[in-house]
């Protein structure tokens, strides 16, 4: 496929031609915080701040769907053969059948909801569309597990157009999960920002789809603009950490997993949601049910494993009742149990859960410590758990060598 | 489905602490469904959910129904042990639901039949009170008062004046809370 | 991992829930349940209440099979769905059914049910219990309180194919003879020569005939051989505790000691994310569970 | 010796002498520019205890009800003047075991709100330096560095400070700040008379707006201090169902608002959820008109005096007239 050229003032075009086919959704400053949104025309697409608060996960695993509306309703037979207004008007005259019959029942009409219009989220990171990539696997039934046709309904109808990082953050850790600031895992086409404008790559064909939906506002790449692209991308790739290597982490969470240091690294959590909700593939989730009168509806609803009371049983017996159970769970879900489910990592590296955890608990530092080897049981010291910071680098080193 | 309320109402009574109330009130959920108890929204008659103490109150109502007091239809009686129980929530939770007033009522400071619930009651609705239009409910559509059991005829004229007051507001449509 | 002996679905093929009928009918959603209507209701014990319930289309009725120790998700369209242990014997094709213990939200409005009255049911999943593999052995169920509802589907077909099996002894407890689910069942198994059936109340009352003292206390007193013997234990947390203990004592490998686990559960296939015990999803990878798989999981029972 | 040695002499002292488990402080986050609370258990770990003006923290909320750990462990821990407050007003109702608690006054001259410098730049932030009392250098990630006076950049809380020492404290770390004459002059509210002077209807327009981008990640709730319900919070009820869980303009209204009014008295203004909340809500806003009705019905500041009660937890038939 041709990779084409946008010029930089030719982006609201752009997206104006998207916006007469599908909902268009992006990165916009509303009152200082960038979140993605419907985007409107003559909106400021906000791509200088890296990382809009949220992934754009929203908006195909929305945060309340509503998939079932149901209505009760009494029926009244009618008594067959007989005269319905006699039998109101000398209810006593009926003998016992036909009361019986009369009695009315109770019916309830299901409706399935499940509507998925045709989307395009321009301006999500390579980062954001890996943790589409990571969802897919959950919903889309991979190893054996159901396929969920509320989640596939709406990513069959998105393209996801993504822009290149070109300055990551210190936060970010693409690199060491696998990806990158240019990487094209779920991304349908890619955005290279380079002098005057983007260069734009269709990687597949919902994104050669979308390019040619929005053709006239794009010119073919010169083989200069190209090459600052690859300089682009090489550069910004240059400038991401890597705190850790992924060989052995999966097994020594596994063998880590009553080890103390939990407790060290959980004490500053406050065991609220934020880390879950603005990652681009935490996708658990809550069913819950509203009925008002005779009519209602079944809802998911985004839910965390930080919630106290996400797994409390009825009885009141909680599997994972202290903190340091439920921050253990998120890390280990990340790195051990979907890999052991899904063969890759829930985690795309983008650093959201870093910036905006509000006590900044670092997953990078997480992995270090709790993804390395528990350390050899000093003589003497073994029930003084070591402080995390200090003990960090080592362990990281100890691990690569 | 009637089976439902029953549910709720025992569930509120767990809450409230008060055994003796299990069965027969249904607090906060029960703001809900007794608002959503009425027809189409549009030029409708406004909905007014009432949340009274079972001693004196209820009971004062009660008086103004057995007097043959007139009062407007648009109240819906939601019965609490006391005043004391009763959470600002409930009255956020009756206009989440579509409420177009409130309004509460107790028994007289000195005469609650558990000797001081009121009294701690009355700092709480003072303070909704004062917040409730910052939260953008306009003030005409809380009210709370005292209502003893014999004041059947006072019942008539807070009941009165108050729906009086949220029919000039008219039905509360495209609102939030 | 695609190859790891899992059914996997696609859109086009799927086979979900109660039938492939209903999986055409609401266009492979696994999220939806299938309307039942209850036909009728058994109060076993004050708290469990048994219901028994046809779903409302004949077709699925029809081809809804499940395995023994399979689970469903039972609940009222307004209230919310929990999962309970299938407990109707799988031959049987007239109706589903479920014990119910009152206690949270959904189950105190399922207790208020009426016969005719309409309910959801997205049934079945799990693993269930092999008893297929388990033929020519003899099968040992210590089970307690409500704990017998998750066993029951299961009792029910190894009774049924009693033949295939060397041996049946249950271990029932409850805290009050007044407890016992299934007693009209318990009261048949009395009568059957081939079931060895030990009952047993935690405290002495008048006109107790049979054992008293707590399930494992009586279990190491019964003293099972573990030769060529499958047990299975299912009731309260605390109870299955100390039988995996007791069972341990009296010499049987992790490999052949059974349970069933319960754990709060939202979307019942694997997905929500909240009955995991480590790597292991209760709802599609369990409830059944060797004490050998369950050794491997993190303490968060 | 400056506030930050008191602070790690005081901590090391009391972990040496058995008297805490663990002592919280704050120290460096993930770069120069982020503080995070920390957890000190050995005292040969007490350097990495920092005091700058990035500590905003207000660490009581990792002494409330189910954040021990382990649940009867004896802490210690640094608090700020305002975050005292809060600490009295868990004193007040006896929600913390004082005979468990080390408390190390800070006097605190301002906190620097790290959000009002993040807007000044697209760029991340990746040092904050404070050369001297006053001075604020910020570098960002591509290497732009810019000064600012700290006094352009505090917290909106730290600008009508009236609690600079901490009001109750087993040590002070240094030596004490200029407190402001309270006598003379009641709290300052001028901060909340812009929303008081807009009309209902603009008001809900307003708070429907700002509350829309609610994520429901309850961080406002698991941080504030004084928020100790926890796992029984009724805003997570399902039995009965007070608020659902689904997240639209109502339910997030509404469980904002009931989050206001169940710290009704107890809730300081120390802004902790403000600083949490990760879309960047002014949550704090609404907690000041409440604590300001609060003053005007009461004269009450809540937090402020160890043995006072909160005012919604007694009545006085002298005084309380309301509704006669």
């Known amino acids: ?83 319905t207004a006699a039998e109101e008007a000398d209810p006593v005259s009926v003998d016992d059948a036909a009361v019986e019959v009369a009695i009315p029942y109770e019916t309830v009409t299901v409706e399935p909801q499940n509507e998925a219009p045709a989307q395009v989220i321009f301006g999500l990171r390579p980062c954001d569309a890996r943790g589409f990539v990571q969802m897919d696997q959950v919903f889309g039934g991979y190893g054996g597990f159901y396929y969920d046709p509320l989640y596939n309904a709406r990513r069959e109808a998105t393209t996801l157009l993504a822009v290149t990082c070109r300055e990551p953050r210190s936060t970010c850790f693409c690199t060491a999960i696998g990806g990158g600031p240019a990487g094209e895992e779920g991304v349908d086409a890619l955005f290279t920002q380079v002098d005057g404008g983007f260069v734009v790559e269709a990687l597949t064909e919902k994104g050669e789809a979308a390019l040619a939906a929005a053709g006239a506002a794009l010119t073919d790449a010169t083989d200069a603009q190209i090459a600052a692209a690859g300089e682009v991308k090489t550069a910004a790739g240059a400038k991401i950490d890597v705190p850790f290597a992924l060989e052995g982490i999966r097994d020594n969470l596994h063998d880590n997993i009553a080890d103390d240091r939990w407790h060290d690294q959980a004490m500053r959590c406050i065991s609220c949601g934020t880390c879950t909700y603005v990652c681009p593939s935490c996708y658990c989730f809550s069913i819950n049910d509203e009925l008002v009168e005779s009519t209602g509806e079944r809802y998911r609803v985004w839910d965390n494993c930080f919630n106290p009371l996400y797994t409390e049983e009825t009885s009141g017996h909680n599997p994972r009742a202290q903190k340091s159970n439920r921050f253990r769970n998120r890390f280990s879900h990340k790195f051990w149990y979907y890999p052991d489910k899904y063969d890759s990592l829930l985690c795309s590296g983008c650093g959201r859960c870093i910036m905006n955890c509000p006590t900044r608990i670092d997953i990078r530092e997480i992995v270090r410590v709790m993804g390395a080897p528990a350390p050899a049981v000093a003589a003497g010291a073994a029930s003084e758990a070591p402080a995390a910071t200090g003990d960090a680098p080592a362990v990281a080193e100890g691990k690569e060598a | ?108 400071p000195g005469d609650c039949h558990y000797s001081e619930g009121n009294y701690y009651a009355r700092r709480k609705f003072e303070l909704l009170e004062r917040m409730i239009h910052h939260l953008g409910i306009p003030k005409e559509r809380f009210r709370w008062t005292w209502v003893s059991a014999s004041e059947g005829q006072r019942w ?22 | 991992m695609a190859d790891n002996g899992k059914r996997v679905y696609t859109p086009a093929d799927l086979v979900v829930g109660a039938s492939t009928a209903r999986a055409g009918k609401l266009g492979g959603n696994p999220y939806l349940p299938e309307v039942a209507t209850v036909i009728d209701i058994i109060e076993e014990t004050p708290t469990i209440k048994t219901f028994r319930m046809k ?85 040992l169920y210590v089970l307690g309180g409500i704990g017998s509802a998750a066993l029951k589907a299961t009792m029910e077909y190894t009774l049924e ?137 993190p303490d968060e029972l | 010796m400056s506030r930050q040695d008191h602070i790690r002499e005081f901590a090391a002292q009391a972990l040496a002498d058995g008297r805490v488990d663990y002592f919280i402080g704050w120290k460096q986050g993930y770069n120069s520019s982020e503080v995070v609370p920390a957890f000190v258990k050995d005292p040969a770990d007490v350097d990495q205890l920092i005091w700058t003006p990035l500590c905003h923290h207000n660490l009581v909320t990792f002494i409330k009800r189910n954040m021990p750990d382990p649940a009867d462990a ?43 410098l993040e807007k000044e730049f697209a760029d991340e932030l990746v040092d904050i330096a404070f050369p001297e009392r006053g001075r604020v250098v910020v570098t960002t990630g591509k290497g732009e560095t810019r000064e600012f006076a700290q006094d352009d950049v505090l917290l909106d809380v730290c600008g009508r400070c009236r609690y600079p020492n901490a009001l109750y404290a087993d040590d002070v770390a240094g030596p004490l700040e200029a407190e402001p004459d309270r006598e ?34 309850f961080a406002c709730v698991h941080v504030c201090p004084v928020c100790v319900c926890w796992d029984k919070c009724v805003n997570r009820s399902r039995e009965p169902e007070l608020v659902a869980q689904k997240v639209g303009a109502k339910e997030n209204l509404l469980f904002q608002m009931i989050h206001m009014f169940h710290v009704a008295g107890r809730c300081t203004s120390c802004g902790a959820c403000d600083r949490a909340c990760p879309v960047e809500i002014p949550l704090y806003l609404l907690h000041r008109k409440m604590n300001k009705e609060i003053y005007d019905m009461f004269g009450f500041e809540p937090g402020t005096k160890l ?13 309380d007239h309301f509704g006669d």
Not at chain 3, 55 to 79: A, C, M, S, W, Y
Not at chain 3, 122 to 139: C, D, L, S, T
Not at chain 3, 261 to 282: A, D, Q, S, T
């Open chain 1, 1 to 83: 496929m041709a990779i084409r050229f946008l010029k930089q003032d030719q982006l609201p075009a752009f997206l104006g031609q998207l916006a007469e086919k599908a909902r268009v959704v992006a990165p916009v400053k509303t009152d200082g915080v960038v979140q993605f949104q419907p985007w409107v025309s003559g909106q400021d697409v906000e791509l200088d701040v890296l990382l809009a608060k949220q992934s754009p996960k929203e908006y195909v695993f929305l945060q309340t769907e509503t998939y079932l509306k149901f209505g009760y309703e009494m029926v009244k037979p009618e008594a067959a053969g007989g005269d």
């Open chain 2, 1 to 108: 489905m009637a089976d439902q309320t029953t549910t709720q109402a025992n569930d509120a009574a767990v809450v409230a602490g008060d055994t003796a109330a299990a069965g027969t009130i249904d607090a906060a959920s029960g703001a809900g469904a007794a608002v959503a108890a009425d027809g189409a929204a549009g030029d409708r008659p406004v909905k007014i959910v009432g949340i009274v103490c079972n001693w004196c109150s209820y009971a004062g109502a009660d008086t103004a129904g057995t007097g043959r007091f007139k009062q407007p239809p648009n109240l819906r009686l939601i019965r609490v042990p006391c005043t004391g129980r009763v959470d600002p929530l409930f009255a956020l939770k009756a206009f989440e639901k579509g409420a177009d007033g409130v309004l509460i009522s107790g028994c007289h």
């Open chain 2, 156 to 177: 008539q004229q807070v009941v009165t004046e108050f729906v009086a007051g949220v029919e000039k507001l008219g039905p509360r449509e495209g609102r939030a809370l």
């Open chain 3, 55 to 139: 779903f409302d289309d004949p077709e699925v009725q029809k081809n809804f099979t499940f395995l023994p120790g399979q689970v469903g998700q039972f609940g009222i369209f307004g209230v919310g769905e929990s999962t309970f242990a299938i407990s109707s014997k799988p031959s049987e094709k007239e109706f589903i059914q479920f014990s119910v213990m009152k206690a949270g939200e959904v189950t105190k409005a399922l207790h208020n049910l009426s016969v005719g009255d309409k309910v959801g049911i997205r049934a079945p999943m799990g693993n269930g219990f092999p008893v297929e593999a388990w033929k020519g052995k003899h099968i």
């Open chain 3, 161 to 297: 194919h009693r033949a295939d099996y060397a041996g049946i002894t249950i271990l029932y407890g409850a805290t009050h003879p007044t407890n016992f689910t299934y007693w009209y069942d318990v009261q048949e198994w009395q009568e059957r020569s081939d079931i060895e059936l030990v009952l047993t109340i935690d405290r002495d009352c008048d006109g107790w005939q049979c054992d008293v003292g707590l399930v494992p206390t009586v279990l190491e007193r019964m003293a099972p051989k573990p030769e060529n013997t499958i047990a299975i234990t299912c009731g309260p947390p605390i109870m299955i505790k100390f039988a995996l203990i007791s069972f341990e004592k009296l010499g049987f490998t992790p490999e052949q000691t059974y349970t069933t686990l319960e754990k709060r559960m939202k979307c019942g296939i694997g997905i929500c994310g909240r009955c995991n015990v480590g790597p292991k999803y209760v709802c599609v990878d369990g409830p059944v569970f060797s004490l050998a798989e369950l050794k491997e999981l």
């Open chain 4, 74 to 116: 004896k802490i210690g821990l640094c608090v700020k003047g305002c975050d005292s407050r809060t600490l009295v007003a868990l004193l007040q109702e006896e929600l913390v075991d004082k005979e468990k608690l080390y408390v190390v006054g800070v006097p605190c001259d301002g906190i620097v709100d790290r959000r009002k």
């Open chain 4, 184 to 217: 003379e002059s009641g709290p300052d509210w001028s901060d909340i008379a812009d929303f008081e002077n807009l009309s209902d209807d603009e008001k809900q327009a307003a708070l429907e707006r700002v509350y829309a981008t609610c994520i429901r990640c």
């Open chain 4, 307 to 319: 043995d006072e009660k909160p005012v919604f937890q007694l009545f006085d038939l002298a005084t």
